[in-house]
């Protein structure tokens, strides 16, 4: 019985799903951004949580801990240095995972796997004044979903930047 067993095992011995799951936490902390299966996802946004929360840590011994899993001077400088300002609001749930279709060969799941990194473009602008009251709206931002289906689908923008889809023409 699998009583009390959290892990997935992946078909694989303990070394070389170690390695697996360290090949993806480098990639994705230095990419930002893979896609891979659900799985895989899921279970390497445990290890993700963890290595993020020690940079944020950013003691000696913390560097020495990630610095001996993930043996690379690019993650430790971007887990220490960079991560923390960005991550500064958060204590966990520093990832996303996006469903895509599944893989053609053995259908498996496959999915989009994303850090959480907020955006710079919070442009705001000052709409009225009232009374000395200053009314602050923000600009409507566009995912990059939105901005991926737009230039696909060849939709064009009114003035309010939502997206009107072109209606498809069928040809026989």
């Given at each position: 019985m699998?009583?009390?067993?959290t892990?997935?095992?992946?078909?694989?011995?303990?070394?070389?799903?170690?390695?697996?799951?360290?090949?993806l936490?480098?990639?994705?902390?230095?990419?930002?951004?893979?896609?891979?299966?659900?799985?895989?996802?899921?279970e390497?946004?445990?290890?993700?949580?963890k290595?993020?929360?020690?940079?944020?840590?950013?003691?000696?011994?913390?560097?020495?801990?990630?610095?001996?899993?993930?043996?690379?001077?690019?993650?430790?400088?971007?887990?220490?240095?960079?991560?923390?300002?960005?991550?500064e609001?958060?204590?966990?749930g520093?990832?996303?995972?996006?469903?895509?279709?599944?893989?053609?060969?053995?259908?498996?799941?496959?999915v989009?796997f994303?850090?959480?990194?907020?955006?710079?473009?919070?442009?705001?602008?000052?709409?009225?004044?009232?009374?000395?009251?200053?009314?602050v709206?923000?600009?409507?931002?566009?995912s990059w979903?939105?901005?991926?289906?737009?230039?696909?689908?060849g939709?064009?923008?009114?003035?309010?930047?939502k997206?009107?889809?072109?209606?498809?023409?069928t040809s026989?």
């Open positions: 699998r009583h009390r067993k892990n997935r095992k992946f078909s694989r011995t303990k070394d070389r799903r170690n390695a697996l799951l360290r090949n936490a480098v990639s994705l902390i230095l990419y930002e951004k893979i896609s891979t299966t659900k799985q895989k996802a899921k390497v946004r445990k290890l993700i949580d290595l993020i929360n020690l940079g944020k840590k950013g003691d000696f011994e913390s560097k020495k801990i990630i610095l001996k899993y993930t043996s690379s001077k690019n993650v430790l400088k971007k887990l220490t240095q960079e991560f923390p300002k960005k991550f609001k958060r204590n966990s520093y990832t996303r995972i996006i469903a895509k279709e599944n893989r053609k060969g053995d259908n498996a799941e496959m989009i994303e850090l959480l990194i907020p955006r710079k473009n919070n442009k705001k602008e000052i709409v009225k004044k009232q009374d000395k009251k200053i009314i709206k923000e600009e409507e931002k566009k979903f939105d901005k991926a289906r737009n230039s696909v689908s939709g064009k923008k009114d003035k309010k930047t997206v009107i889809v072109a209606p498809r023409t026989k």
